[in-house]
Every structure is written in structure tokens, then in C-alpha cells.
């Protein structure tokens, strides 16, 4: 649980005034690089004994992934009973991301769940957004998400999120202003401190990239693409809400595409493939749902060869399975891609005039209703 010692590291150092972005710990010499906020909040840590705090870490994770499995349910237009809610939760602890964040004493899990659960409310809800900008205020990554709701016409949920996520901001400005000015000025923009970017636990789309190409420092190759999959990723979680009615694969696109083009996304910040699989599931989707189940829990990456720099030197076959994540979740985009074309073209056909060459039949059910959104939306993957 070296991540946990990190945090409880940093509520040590806002207890005693220590240099919040100064320190390392553990043997791997780890620094803090969550914004002063996130400190705030891991103060309480400090005055539990390091044993007891790691059990309490441990049983914290497996009831927040049980909350992540019923908003994820939710997310698909389901719900699951204490039985399913269980016996999915004992199997999602295989999931690798889960798996490792666990093992780590992360906090994916308590950000996920917060940007799930405020996603998940109905429109209109009192306050939606407030804790899409809390989670963004911990962890910078969720902040994606107002993006989507602007682009999304939501522009109430997204001016909540932006107030919310400023807010904490100014709360770690008012505790902390040197740290402050040092992460905002500073901090952010060292992603080295994060750690290496080609190694094979950065799944994200700059760490496959540094891995095929051999080098350490990609720049422009993993920057252009990077920009392009983020504008791509957007606008197709924008026409799948807009366009498709479909918020599942709206929230789903926009996950995987911050875990993209985030120069670092470390395997346990993958805990979005719990909703993946629940929203495939829900659809439908038996043997894309097991593929996807497979990709997330044959930990490939960490059978290939990697001490030292030898994730800079894998031959080809061995770049498919450093690389796992990276791949799957372009291939959903360009899945979604298809799919929107498929539609557009069905759509087209829809207008000829009957009894002419190439007119489709109507889109209603054989008794006369129209097709429902959970079928809409079941057509975005296909």
C-alpha cells in the first residue's frame, strides 16, 4: 500500500507545515502529486496507526467498489439486488485495475464513485455537479467531465462542477497558499514526477507510444495523436448523449479518453471497466463483456520482461500485451465510430419514400411502439 503511505504522508506534512511537494517516502521514493485539496483531506490518516489504517483502507475499497458496482448498474439502466450486488463485486476484485488498487491503497475507487454517482442523478437533481467537481478537485483527470457537460448543453451541471472544483482550489489556497502557488505553478506541469512514462504501468495512450517507438521522451509522436483522440473522444461522447440519447457510452467515451490522452494513466486508474462491462452486460453484449472481462484481468503488462529499462526494448508481439488498455479503448471509439455511420446510414434509408428501391421498414415494433432508448442505446456498440 505504497500510495496510501503517500497520502499519509501528506496530511503529516499539512499537520506540520513540512513542504507539502518536498518529501518522499517509501523505498521507492515516492512524492505527492495531488493538489494541495487532496492533502486537506487526508489529514484524519495521520492518528491512525499505519497497521490499523491500511485494514481500514482495505475494507474502505471493497464497500466503495460494491458502491461502484451498484452506480455502474445504475449507469446501464439497471439495478442489481444484494445477491448480484455481491457476487459482482467479489468478481470485479479480479479485475487488475481493482485488483491493484487495492494493493496500492489508491483512491480510485472513492473518485469513480463520486463522478458515477453525480452522473447518474436525474436531470435537474438539486446540486448535480457538486461532486463531479469535488472528485476533480482530488484527482485533476475527472475534470474531463465538465467538458462533456458543456458540450452536452448542460451548461448548469457544468457551471456547478466548475464553481465546485474551484472551490476546492480556493479551500486549499486558504489552508495551504505556498503549496498552492507551488502545485498550480509548478507541480502540474512536471508529469516526470509522477514517474516514468514508459513504463508498462502507464497504460495510457503516451506510454504505448514511448514503449513502440523505444523512446523515453516521445513529444510530438504521442502529443498529435493525443490531441486528435481527445477532440474524437469528445465529440463522440457528445453525439452519443445528443444524438443517441444514449448517457451510458457518453460517460463511458469520455472516461476512456481521459485515460488516453492523460500522460500518465497508471493500470488501477482503469476502474472504468467496471461500468464498461456492466453497460455491455446490460446490453446485451455477452462476447464483447468477455473479451473486455479478459483484457482486464490476464495482467499481460506484467508478464512481459520490465525491470529496469527493458519496457523501452520489447519486441512486437510483446508491445500487444504491454499495451492492453490503450488498445482495447481505441478500438471502442472506433467502434462507436461504426456504429454512428451504421446508424446514419439506417436513418437515410429510413427517408426514402416507400416502395422505392432501398426503402428500409419503419423503425417501430411489431405492435406498433416505437423502439425504447435501452435499444437505441444497445445499437451504439453494435
Not at 491503497?105 to 437533481?125: F, I, S
Request: with cysteine; hydrophobic share 55%; net charge positive.
Amino acid at each position: 500500500m505504497a500510495d496510501l503511505l503517500v497520502y499519509r504522508a501528506e496530511g503529516e506534512a499539512v499537520v506540520h507545515g513540512g513542504d507539502l511537494y518536498g518529501f518522499t517516502v517509501t523505498e521507492w521514493r515516492l512524492p505527492a502529486t495531488y493538489p494541495p485539496f487532496a492533502a486537506v483531506l487526508f489529514v484524519p490518516t495521520t492518528v491512525i496507526p499505519v497497521p490499523a489504517l491500511k485494514a481500514l483502507f482495505l475494507a474502505g475499497n471493497a464497500l466503495l467498489l460494491a458502491w461502484v458496482v451498484a452506480l455502474s448498474a445504475r449507469l446501464a439502466g439497471r439495478t442489481a439486488p444484494l445477491p448480484l450486488l455481491c457476487a459482482a463485486t467479489a468478481l470485479a476484485l479480479w479485475l487488475e485495475p481493482v485488483f491493484q488498487t487495492l494493493l496500492f491503497g489508491q483512491v480510485n475507487l472513492a473518485v469513480t464513485g463520486l463522478v458515477l454517482w453525480d452522473l447518474t442523478r436525474p436531470p435537474g437533481a438539486r446540486a448535480k455537479g457538486l461532486a463531479l467537481g469535488i472528485a476533480a478537485g482530488v484527482k485533476l483527470t475527472p475534470a474531463i467531465f465538465i467538458a462533456y457537460l458543456f458540450l452536452t448543453a448542460r451548461r448548469k451541471e457544468a457551471a456547478t462542477a466548475t464553481a465546485s472544483f474551484a472551490g476546492t482550489a480556493l479551500f486549499g489556497a486558504l489552508l495551504l497558499p505556498a503549496a498552492t502557488v507551488d502545485f498550480w505553478t509548478r507541480r502540474l506541469f512536471e508529469t516526470g514526477r509522477v514517474g516514468k512514462a514508459w513504463i508498462v504501468d502507464n497504460q495510457s495512450l503516451q506510454g504505448l507510444v514511448a514503449r513502440a517507438t523505444g523512446t523515453a521522451a516521445p513529444g510530438l509522436a504521442w502529443a498529435v495523436p493525443a490531441a486528435v483522440v481527445a477532440a474524437t473522444g469528445l465529440w463522440l461522447a457528445t453525439r452519443a448523449h445528443r444524438v443517441h440519447g444514449s448517457e451510458s457510452w457518453g460517460v463511458l467515451l469520455t472516461a476512456f479518453t481521459a485515460l488516453l490522452v492523460c500522460p500518465i494513466s497508471w493500470s488501477h486508474h482503469w476502474v472504468w471497466c467496471v461500468p464498461l462491462l456492466a453497460v455491455l452486460l446490460a446490453e446485451g453484449r455477452t462476447l464483447l463483456a468477455a473479451t473486455a472481462a479478459l483484457v482486464f484481468t490476464a495482467r499481460t503488462m506484467w508478464l512481459v520482461p520490465h525491470a529496469g529499462d527493458r519496457d523501452l526494448h520489447l519486441p512486437g508481439w510483446q508491445q500487444l500485451c504491454a499495451s492492453p488498455y490503450p488498445l482495447l479503448a481505441p478500438a471502442l471509439l472506433a467502434g462507436a465510430v461504426a456504429a454512428r455511420r451504421r446508424q446514419g446510414r439506417r436513418l437515410r434509408r429510413s427517408d426514402t419514400p416507400p416502395g422505392s428501391p432501398g426503402a428500409a421498414l419503419p423503425d417501430a415494433l411489431p405492435d406498433g411502439s416505437q423502439p425504447s432508448a435501452s435499444s437505441s442505446s444497445a445499437s451504439m456498440i453494435r
